[in-house]
C-alpha cells in the first residue's frame, strides 16, 4: 500500500504551518519526519489523522484521494495515530483501552470485509503480550511508566488494524530500555506490513528504524532521503542536528 501526501498546507492566522508538504509512505516501511521544535510535524499528523482539516492539497491512500479526512474517515480508511502528549483515561483499564478500541474497529466495514475474528479478549491478549503489557491488563495508566503509557497507546492503535499508523515522538521521556523496546515494536509494526510515519526527535531511534527520513523546517520539507543522506546535508546540520547533536 501506498500512501501519497500531495502539497498539503495549513495555516493559523498569519503562520504557515504546513506549506505545501508532498511525501510518501509504504506499508512495510517506517517513514521518518523530523525537524525542529516549531517545524510542523504534529500539525502534519493531525492533517493526516483528521484532526485538523487541511487547507489545501491532498492525501491519496491506496488510489482513494482524499481532499479532507473526517474522523469518522479513520476506521474505515485504516489510520491511526498517538499523541505527542499521551491521551489515556484513568477511568479505564490497560485492557479497557485496548478492548475498546478493538470494539469499535469490529463496527467498521472493514474489519467486516478482512473478516477480522470478533474474540476481543483474545485480540487483546496478543496485543499487550506484543508491547510487554499482559501482566499490567488489570492495571490502569497512572501505575504504568511513561514510556509503558506510550506502548499502551500503540496496543490501543494496533486494536483498529491499521494500515497507515502515525507516531508522534513515542520516545518522549522514555527510559533507555523502553525505547529499545520501541525500536523493535516500531519495526515489527512495519515488517507486519503497515505503514508507519514516524515523527521523532531522538536521532538514534530514526536511525534504527526508518527505512526513509523526511526533514520539516517552518512547514516545508528540506530534505528528503536515507538517514545517512540527512545526516550528511548541510542544510539539515544547520536547521537541525546542529542544535540537536550537541
Ligand atoms: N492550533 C494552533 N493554533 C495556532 N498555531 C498553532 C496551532 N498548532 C500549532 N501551531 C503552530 O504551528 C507551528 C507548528 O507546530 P507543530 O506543533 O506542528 O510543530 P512540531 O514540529 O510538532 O514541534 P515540536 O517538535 O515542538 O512538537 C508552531 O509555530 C505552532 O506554534
Ligand atoms: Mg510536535
Request: hydrophobic residues 40%; proline residues 2%.
Amino acid at each position: 500500500m501506498l500512501i501519497r501526501v500531495d502539497a498539503v498546507s495549513k495555516r493559523f492566522g498569519g503562520l504557515q504551518a504546513v506549506d505545501a508538504v508532498s511525501l510518501s509512505a509504504r506499508s512495510g516501511q517506517v517513514t521518518a519526519v523530523i525537524g525542529p521544535n516549531g517545524a510542523g510535524k504534529s500539525t502534519l499528523l493531525d492533517c493526516l489523522s483528521g484532526l485538523t482539516p487541511f487547507d489545501s492539497g491532498r492525501i491519496d491512500i491506496d488510489g482513494a484521494m482524499f481532499t479532507s479526512i473526517g474522523r469518522g474517515d479513520l476506521l474505515e480508511a485504516g489510520i491511526t495515530r498517538t499523541f505527542q502528549t499521551v491521551r489515556l483515561f484513568d477511568s479505564l483499564t490497560v485492557e479497557e483501552h485496548v478492548g475498546l478500541a478493538h470494539r469499535s474497529y469490529l463496527r467498521c466495514r472493514r474489519a467486516r470485509e478482512l473478516g477480522t475474528r470478533r474474540d476481543t479478549a483474545d485480540a487483546c491478549r496478543g496485543l499487550l503480550s506484543q508491547v510487554g503489557l499482559l501482566q499490567k491488563a488489570a492495571m490502569r495508566p497512572s501505575e504504568l511508566s511513561y514510556g509503558e503509557r506510550r506502548h499502551l497507546e500503540i496496543a490501543r492503535g494496533l486494536a483498529t488494524r491499521p494500515r497507515l499508523f502515525l507516531l508522534d515522538e513515542p520516545a518522549a521521556g522514555s527510559t533507555y530500555s523502553e525505547q529499545a523496546r520501541l525500536a523493535t515494536l516500531i519495526r515489527a509494526i512495519a515488517d507486519a506490513g503497515c505503514a508507519v510515519i514516524l515523527v521523532e526527535h531522538h536521532m538514534d531511534l530514526v536511525g534504527q528504524v526508518s527505512d526513509g527520513v523526511v526533514v520539516l523546517n517552518f512547514g516545508r520539507v528540506i530534505v528528503t532521503g536515507t538517514i545517512s543522506d540527512i545526516r550528511r546535508n548541510p542544510e539539515v546540520i544547520s536547521v537541525y542536528l546542529g542544535v540537536a547533536a550537541q
